[in-house]
């Protein structure tokens, strides 16, 4: 049984500066250094990952409060919260199985007290400041910046990996 909770990492940063396209290429990188990675990824958009039509959107639209989808290959559980105030990010790492992934990197979540890389791309106009707080461990950008915090190239996906992979002996 673990001790210890599965460590979460926050990947932060304003909308458009590629959060996804980098997680796309550094999860692989992390896999073949035999790291288990979950995600987390928070979205402000309607979302639905069952189509309609299908028996468990009928099922689940119906007024099932969980529906779970399995196959051979892969199952999802639906849980439908239409009173929940605030979404609880640690609630949400919880229903991760702790036995099967080493690390739950989150996309988003930016005000959660939880250790993150910030993701700064100074094209978009805004300012590098207000993403920081006291859990930032890292800064991800495409050119240099003025602060203290560690610095990682945002188009060198394997420097954020290998920065990934040395936080996470720590945190062991």
């Given amino acids: 049984m673990r001790a210890k909770p599965l460590p979460l990492l926050g990947i932060t940063a304003y909308s458009g500066t590629g959060k996804t396209t980098l997680l796309k290429q550094v999860i692989p990188l992390l896999r073949q250094q035999q790291i288990r990675v979950g995600l987390i990824k928070h979205t402000h958009h309607d979302m ?6 299908k028996d468990s959107y009928e099922l689940r639209k119906a007024g099932a409060e969980q529906t779970l989808v399995a196959n051979q290959q892969r199952w999802a559980l639906m849980t439908e919260t239409p ?28 005000d959660e007290p939880i250790n993150k890389i ?54 062991r």
């Avoid at 639905?48 to 039509?53: A, R, S, T, Y």
């Avoid at 992934?101 to 979540?109: C, P, S």
């Avoid at 791309?121 to 240099?144: F, P, Y």
């Fill in 48 to 53: 639905d990952v069952d189509k309609p039509g």
């Fill in 83 to 110: 009173d929940l105030m605030k979404i609880d990010l640690n609630y949400l790492a919880s229903r991760f199985d702790p036995d099967s992934l080493d690390l739950i990197l989150v996309e988003g979540f930016k």
């Fill in 118 to 171: 910030a993701l700064y791309r100074n094209t978009l106009n805004h300012r590098l400041n207000d993403l920081l707080d006291q859990h930032v461990i890292a800064v991800a950008s495409d050119e240099q910046l003025e602060t203290i915090l560690p610095q990682l190239n945002i188009n060198q996906p394997e420097q954020v990996a290998d920065f990934i992979v040395e936080w996470l002996n720590m945190e």
